[in-house]
């Protein structure tokens, strides 16, 4: 059973930064991709950004240019810097993780962060 644990949530001031950290029990190259999502209240969850395991990486449009996801080989984490942070940023963020399968795909999911952005 795969294992992913978040860190690095917090309360911040807008155009503040946050780096979240994500921790996998196995190595986070040989999944097909690692990502981040959120969650706000009252809202669905969406997806931040995503890398693939060939490094490919993919960004929502609202966090391009701000956010940047990162693996860490020796950590054997995915890493989400995230930069010139607005108060919409705000949310549960959860790190995921996917592999692929003839059966389809399998995700799993940490337990989530917190980010707060107000001042």
């Known amino acids: 059973q795969v294992q992913l644990v978040e860190s690095g949530g917090g309360l911040v001031q807008p155009g503040g930064s946050l780096r979240l950290s994500c921790a996998a029990s196995?190595?986070?190259?040989?999944?097909?991709?690692t990502g981040w999502y959120r969650q706000a209240p009252g809202k669905q969850r969406e997806l931040v950004a995503v890398i693939f395991a060939g490094g490919r990486t993919n960004y929502a449009d609202s966090v391009k240019g701000r956010f940047t996801i990162s693996r860490d080989n020796a950590q054997n984490t995915v890493n989400l810097q995230m930069n010139s942070l607005k108060p919409e940023d705000a949310a549960v963020y959860y790190c995921?993780?996917?592999?692929?399968?003839?059966?389809?795909?399998?995700?799993?999911w940490g337990q989530g962060t917190q980010v707060t952005v107000s001042s």
């Open positions: 196995r190595s986070v190259f040989n999944f097909y991709s």
């Open positions: 995921n993780a996917r592999d692929m399968s003839e059966e389809g795909p399998k995700d799993y």
